[in-house]
């Protein structure tokens, strides 16, 4: 989601490249297992593969969406094996017991028992994935952001049982995805939560565009290195003004997930939209949410949480990364207060990314005062609003639910409710 950043104790990320190859082996295959850390288990997957006659071993760490991590070969037998990942400072070695590789798994120096068994994980089941053929139309269509130079692509879902002969129109949402480039469907860990949302607003009688983030998918131009919320406002800007033109709706709002919820109250503010649907936005200070963000993941983890937003700000990578250095220094407040149009903002109180007892009771006190605006804290959700256990973001991708089906039943409920 541009999810706001996420600070966890242990991230694998996907560092592609060749990894180091060796005479074949009897180890060839896949090998799956869970790393225990702490109070989190992650799902790990080593893949030994034949290659014109040498071995290329890859990791997967599924529940973190990382696939074809490169390993180097540290050593590799019949019954042996050690690898390392070393910009992760990862290694794992094992030996053959069993019909099971058993060893040990460190990183940055700690240390974890890690069995993998043969064979790779399940496919994980998604029952909410909406399945064609559809019951409603949708087309492929383009925008284009003329200041920054990017055509975003999109699909645009029409209600159920929509004529476009008929006379009256139909309310449309335009989807904004949270922090990292995202497609159009907002993929992510095996979940397709925007593809969901638009399903189910297209049976509850509203259309909705959802489109790829600038440069992702079939999405071109736009600068990335240097971006922040702003530019990508300015997309979501574009995506307003196109639906507008196309005098086929009858009010034209967003839903922003995460720093989407910021964009639509920075649109907000400036009057570009009807409606907003904030799914865990921002409700106080970048450095403020973030120093809480790691305290709260950090507690869940069983490590101590002691990050202050002094400490925050002067780590590196905050003062080297634009988006990051924009994002500590913003202040949604006075766009908050600006925002006369009707909101809805909701957040699980087991978020861990965009905490509801600091965010959204800072959107209620800020949001001027309207009987159209709702509120909302759900019990139990996470920061993609699935019924969860802790909150961490490791359960995301081992959580068969993308969406809780009462958060898409009030977000419909509310919009129509506008009518």
Same mark, same amino acid.
């Given at each position: 989601?541009?999810?706001?950043?996420?600070?966890?104790?242990?991230?694998?990320?996907?560092?592609?490249?060749?990894?180091?190859?060796?005479?074949?082996?009897?180890?060839?295959?896949?090998?799956?297992?869970?790393?225990?850390?702490?109070?989190?288990?992650?799902?790990?997957?080593?893949?030994?593969?034949?290659?014109?006659?040498?071995?290329?071993?890859?990791?997967?760490?599924?529940?973190?969406?990382?696939?074809?991590?490169?390993?180097?070969?540290?050593?590799?037998?019949?019954?042996?094996?050690?690898?390392?990942?070393?910009?992760?400072?990862?290694?794992?070695?094992?030996?053959?017991?069993?019909?099971?590789?058993?060893?040990?798994?460190?990183?940055?120096?700690?240390?974890?028992?890690?069995?993998?068994?043969?064979?790779?994980?399940?496919?994980?089941?998604?029952?909410?994935?909406?399945?064609?053929?559809?019951?409603?139309?949708?087309?492929?269509?383009?925008?284009?952001?003329?200041?920054?130079?990017?055509?975003?692509?999109?699909?645009?879902?029409?209600?159920?049982?929509?004529?476009?002969?008929?006379?009256?129109?139909?309310?449309?949402?335009?989807?904004?995805?949270?922090?990292?480039?995202?497609?159009?469907?907002?993929?992510?860990?095996?979940?397709?939560?925007?593809?969901?949302?638009?399903?189910?607003?297209?049976?509850?009688?509203?259309?909705?565009?959802?489109?790829?983030?600038?440069?992702?998918?079939?999405?071109?131009?736009?600068?990335?290195?240097?971006?922040?919320?702003? =530019?990508?406002?300015?997309? #979501? *800007?574009?995506? !307003?003004?196109?639906? /507008? +033109?196309?005098?086929?709706? %009858? &009010?034209?709002? @967003?839903?922003?997930?995460?720093?989407?919820?910021?964009?639509?109250?920075?649109?907000?503010?400036?009057?570009?939209?009807?409606?907003?649907?904030?799914?865990?936005?921002?409700?106080?200070?970048?450095?403020?949410?973030?120093?809480?963000?790691?305290?709260?993941?950090?507690?869940?983890?069983?490590?101590?949480?002691?990050?202050?937003?002094?400490?925050?700000?002067?780590?590196?990578?905050?003062?080297?990364?634009?988006?990051?250095?924009?994002?500590?220094?913003?202040?949604?407040?006075?766009?908050?207060?600006?925002?006369?149009?009707?909101?809805?903002?909701?957040?699980?109180?087991? =978020?861990?990314?965009?905490? #509801? *007892?600091?965010? !959204?009771?800072?959107? /209620? +006190?800020?949001?001027?005062? %309207? &009987?159209?605006? @709702?509120?909302?804290?759900?019990?139990?959700?996470?920061?993609?609003?699935?019924?969860?256990?802790?909150?961490?973001?490791?359960?995301?991708?081992?959580?068969?639910?993308?969406?809780?089906?009462?958060?898409?039943?009030?977000?419909?409920?509310?919009?129509?409710?506008?009518?």
């Amino acid at each position: 989601m541009k999810k706001v950043m996420i600070t966890a104790f242990l991230v694998l990320v996907v560092l592609m490249g060749k990894a180091q190859v060796q005479p074949t082996t009897a180890m060839l295959g896949s090998w799956s297992g869970k790393l225990n850390v702490g109070t989190v288990s992650l799902t790990l997957v080593l893949h030994l593969d034949q290659a014109d006659g040498y071995v290329l071993i890859t990791l997967d760490s599924p529940d973190q969406g990382a696939k074809g991590i490169g390993t180097f070969k540290e050593y590799l037998s019949d019954d042996s094996l050690a690898i390392k990942v070393e910009h992760l400072g990862m290694t794992y070695r094992a030996k053959l017991k069993d019909g099971k590789l058993d060893g040990t798994f460190t990183q940055h120096g700690m240390s974890f028992p890690l069995v993998l068994t043969r064979g790779d994980v399940e496919e994980a089941k998604r029952p909410q994935m909406p399945a064609q053929p559809y019951p409603y139309a949708t087309e492929e269509v383009t925008f284009r952001n003329e200041a920054d130079g990017a055509t975003l692509a999109g699909t645009l879902t029409w209600p159920v049982g929509y004529d476009k002969s008929s006379k009256k129109k139909p309310v449309v949402v335009l989807l904004i995805s949270g922090s990292g480039m995202q497609n159009r469907d907002e993929e992510l860990f095996g979940h397709k939560p925007f593809l969901v949302i638009a399903d189910y607003l297209a049976r509850q009688g509203i259309a909705s565009l959802r489109y790829d983030d600038r440069a992702t998918g079939k999405s071109v131009g736009g600068e990335l290195k240097n971006a922040t919320s702003l =530019d990508f406002m300015r997309d #979501a *800007s574009a995506g !307003l003004d196109f639906l /507008r +033109q196309q005098k086929k709706f %009858s &009010k034209v709002g @967003l839903l922003g997930h995460s720093e989407g919820g910021l964009i639509a109250f920075l649109l907000g503010a400036r009057k570009k939209t009807d409606f907003i649907v904030s799914l865990a936005g921002p409700g106080v200070k970048g450095d403020t949410l973030l120093a809480a963000q790691e305290n709260r993941i950090m507690s869940l983890s069983g490590l101590p949480a002691n990050m202050t937003v002094e400490r925050y700000r002067q780590q590196k990578e905050v003062k080297e990364n634009p988006w990051l250095k924009w994002f500590v220094d913003y202040d949604p407040t006075a766009d908050i207060k600006s925002t006369r149009c009707p909101v809805f903002a909701l957040n699980g109180d087991r =978020d861990c990314q965009v905490i #509801a *007892s600091q965010n !959204l009771n800072a959107i /209620r +006190q800020l949001l001027p005062k %309207s &009987k159209k605006n @709702l509120v909302k804290e759900y019990p139990g959700l996470n920061h993609l609003f699935q019924h969860c256990t802790t909150g961490l973001f490791l359960e995301y991708g081992q959580i068969e639910e993308t969406i809780s089906p009462e958060v898409l039943d009030d977000v419909a409920s509310w919009i129509n409710g506008l009518k």
